[in-house]
């Protein structure tokens, strides 16, 4: 079908200055195309004028936004190309959703209503206020906003990361240690900080040291760890870092490490050095070609023998859902999404035959707890919301991170050292997928039980995001099923981060992976906000226990006799603290939700059933240290009573911790509230612990790390609304008694008869013109 017509080779110039070679194919067909559009509704990707609810902002909100805050002479707000952390910068902006009760009475009001007026909570630095604060304020009515009002003032040392500051503390990294040890790093690295050259070395933040790390208040250090910058940097680290103090924008180099010892100055490691006794290391710099272990590449033993092209997906008479304004439809299901800059993707209104099923379902943080014999792995606790998990997305790759004929959709956000809104390419993709797997299947070919097959295949649509975080990448998808089951999916790839091979006590922490690294222990936690809304907002939390059946054994002689089987005991939690999930293998149970005065004709409470197949356990004591900023690890499902003052369970400012974090998802449930026939909120937290091994080099690949948590019907419908799928077959004799009578096929769709040619992705073509459309330059 496809043609390998032209094999088009281009180089460009790459971050560093280095050449690197792209080779594409550029696939041509002919003959007709198939449908692009959907044939059931249709397709509007642009920024809407009079955005939805829970529309992301535009790019045209954002721009009035700023220039309605640039006009308020007391922010004093300083154009970020000028900004310096002493300053007052906009950090950045997102939509402030109206309270829950509003967006229900304007979706629900029978007379049309004005919609609730939208607004921007937008993060300020106010580096030029005594305190210096981190400033939320929350700017409306847009399009054209006339207020603003303070939403809350943070501390100053706990805000989070600024292209800005980040700039700023790479350069006096840098240019410290060129100034005292470039002889050193030129003998022990092979390399420089500055002026470098093709032997460049660099400074990757690694452990935030805040107040619960330092157990000084106020405190703000982090330490910065050297690598040989090569493809892939994280994967060549130099056994070197830095404890920087950055409190006030002032900064102070406190501790020096080294190869398992301590400094308290660059100048002390370099006194130490001349000492002839002075255990020096030499790390040669890796030439950068294709032999280098760690640039991803294909290599080895190749397959299949010769290239032939993988399956791909088809849709024969176009898409069978739409997508418009950030709202999807899909058979019964129907569902707004966002990209929130700080927290990730975010479904709202999530509906199936016009019934609310999630009012929000929302990437919370992701957290990851590394594990070392040196500074940098033993206190790497990071929170990456503090990096901007939404705003972090690199864009997603036709072909490769979605189908080639997947919907790409882009969204604007505010970043960095750039006033223009920055346009997020191929943020989110939507696409239907036919799994290969049966949605459900019988086969009965006997006379006595029926003679049929009946089933239908599993098409499913997803909505991905794939957010980059540094050396890791996390697949996130909302999974529609057709039978009502809605799926949540978290997948980990990329890099490892790993330490580089010294004489340290390195064993207790992870495996030697080559002859330079040792591949460290981490944990991987993600965690969800699910705001379940069944049948309204009065619903009710139980778990059905499986516990075990005494009954007596009426077939025994003995009327003494046990017989044991299971049975199903209910237990309908009243308040917050009997919520809290620390799973029990020897307590097997279902966790539901339902509204108590809904019940089936046939007596049934109308429930969803809530299931974390992607559990894991923080075994990390309570409230020490950082454990205490990421409360929400300790249970794999807490269910609290909804609070518009509880929007998240993290937030941006966790990477520093505290005491008092700003937000502690203990506050959520430690109130130990009434949580019976309430408006509730489900967290869910899925996680595994990682020992990285040999086959994690070069990156990490995907299969056996997904983790996912379903909610699925139970007792909610009369029976499975799959059944009403039109994809679904049944065969059957036409005469039950005489197969010689032939058989009937039962069947609605035809994809076998397809004249059309599958659509072609122009992906390659458009990045050949315009490399800024995928790198950073
Ligand atoms: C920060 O910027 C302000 C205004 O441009 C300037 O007056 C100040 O000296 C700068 N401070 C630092 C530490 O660079
Ligand atoms: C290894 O750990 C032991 C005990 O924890 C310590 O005494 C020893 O100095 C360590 N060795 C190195 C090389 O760090
Ligand atoms: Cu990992």
């Avoid at 033993?301 to 176009?318: A, I, K, Y």
């Avoid at 991905?464 to 998808?477: A, K, L, M």
């Avoid at 299971?566 to 309908?572: E, L, Q």
Wanted: with cysteine; net charge neutral; charged share 20%.
């Amino acid at each position: 079908m496809f043609k390998v017509t032209k094999m088009d080779t281009i180089k460009f110039n790459h971050l560093l200055s280095c050449l690197i070679t792209f080779s594409v194919i550029i696939e041509q067909a002919s003959g007709q195309n198939c449908m692009i559009n959907s044939v059931l509704c249709t397709f509007d990707l642009s920024d809407p004028v009079d955005p939805p609810v829970f529309h992301d902002l535009t790019k045209a909100e954002i721009k009035s936004v700023q220039n309605y805050l640039y006009s308020q002479p007391h922010l004093r707000l300083i154009h970020p190309k000028h900004a310096n952390i002493s300053t007052s910068f906009i950090f950045g902006m997102e939509v402030f959703l109206p309270p829950k009760r509003e967006v229900l009475q304007y979706m629900n009001s029978i007379i049309p209503i004005d919609k609730p007026p939208r607004a921007a909570l937008v993060t300020i630095f106010r580096g030029d206020i005594f305190p210096p604060a981190v400033e939320e304020h929350i700017v409306f009515p847009l399009p054209w906003p006339t207020q603003h009002r303070l939403h809350r003032s943070i501390p100053y040392h706990l805000r989070p990361y600024s292209t800005i500051e980040f700039l700023k503390i790479s350069d006096f990294l840098a240019r410290s240690a060129d100034r005292v040890l470039r002889q050193i790093m030129l003998e022990m690295f092979d390399g420089r900080t500055i002026g470098c050259g093709n032997k460049c070395l660099g400074f990757f933040f690694v452990s935030a040291m805040g107040p619960t790390v330092t157990k000084i208040p106020g405190a703000r250090k982090t330490w910065y760890w050297m690598h040989q910058i090569v493809e892939f940097s994280m994967l060549n680290p130099v056994d070197f870092a830095i404890l920087l103090n950055e409190n006030d924008g002032m900064y102070a180099i406190e501790k020096v490490y080294f190869n398992n010892m301590y400094f308290s100055s660059l100048n002390e490691f370099a006194i130490h050095y001349q000492n002839p006794t002075f255990p020096k290391i030499r790390v040669p710099f890796p030439t950068d070609n294709d032999f280098v272990f760690s640039r991803p590449q294909r290599r080895g033993h190749l397959f299949p023998d010769v290239p032939v092209s993988p399956p791909r997906q088809v849709e024969p008479e176009g898409k069978r859902y739409c997508v418009r304004h950030q709202e999807v439809k899909y058979m019964n299901w129907k569902f707004n999404f966002r990209l929130s800059p700080s927290q990730g993707p975010r479904i709202y209104n999530v509906r199936y035959i016009d019934k609310l099923i999630v009012y929000e379902l929302a990437l919370q943080d992701i957290a990851v707890f590394y594990s070392g014999a040196e500074p940098q792995h033993k206190y790497a606790n990071f929170f990456d919301s503090s990096f901007l998990i939404g705003a972090n997305l690199e864009g997603m790759v036709p072909g490769v991170d979605c189908p080639t004929g997947a919907t790409f959709i882009d969204t604007h956000v505010v970043v960095g050292n750039s006033i223009k809104p920055l346009k997020l390419r191929n943020a989110f993709c939507v696409f239907e997928q036919n799994t290969g797997d049966p949605l459900r299947r019988h086969m009965s070919t006997k006379y006595g039980y029926g003679v049929f097959f009946e089933g239908a295949p599993s098409n499913v649509l997803i909505l991905r995001t794939i957010v980059t975080i540094s050396n890791y990448d996390y697949t996130v998808d909302f999974i529609f099923h057709q039978n009502g089951v809605l799926q949540t999916k978290v997948v980990p790839t990329g890099f490892i981060l790993p330490s580089m091979f010294t004489k340290n006590n390195w064993s207790k922490y992870g495996f030697r992976l080559n002859n330079k690294l040792v591949g460290n222990l981490h944990h991987h936690a993600f965690n969800f906000k699910v705001d379940i809304d069944i049948n309204g907002q009065h619903n009710r939390y139980e778990t059905m226990d499986i516990v075990l059946d005494e009954t007596n054994h009426p077939s025994s002689s003995d009327p003494f006799d046990v017989w044991y089987q299971s049975r199903i005991r209910r237990s309908v939690k009243k308040t917050e603290a009997e919520s809290l999930l620390k799973f029990n293998f020897d307590q097997p149970k279902y966790h539901i939700f339902y509204n108590n005065n809904m019940k089936s004709p046939e007596g049934n409470d109308m429930a969803y059933r809530l299931v974390n197949k992607g559990m894991s356990k923080s075994i990390l004591p309570e409230g020490i240290g950082n454990e205490g900023t990421g409360a929400w690890m300790r249970y794999q499902l807490a269910v609290t009573r909804r609070k518009e003052t509880e929007p998240t369970s993290s937030s941006v400012y966790s990477a520093f911790g505290s005491y008092n974090p700003v937000v502690n998802f203990k506050t959520f449930y430690s109130d130990n509230e009434n949580i019976l026939d309430k408006d509730l909120v489900a967290w869910v937290t899925m996680g595994t612990h990682h020992i990285p091994h040999t086959e994690d080099l070069p990156m990490t690949h995907t299969p056996g790390l997904d983790l996912s948590f379903f909610l699925s019907p139970f007792n909610y419908f009369p029976e499975d609304p799959g059944m009403g799928s039109r994809d679904s077959v049944r065969i059957e004799p036409v005469d039950k008694r005489n197969l010689r009578r032939g058989i009937k096929v039962d069947k609605q769709t035809f994809p076998e008869k397809m004249q059309c040619k599958a659509p072609i992705g122009n992906y390659y073509e458009h990045i050949l013109k315009r490399p800024d459309l995928i790198f950073e330059m």
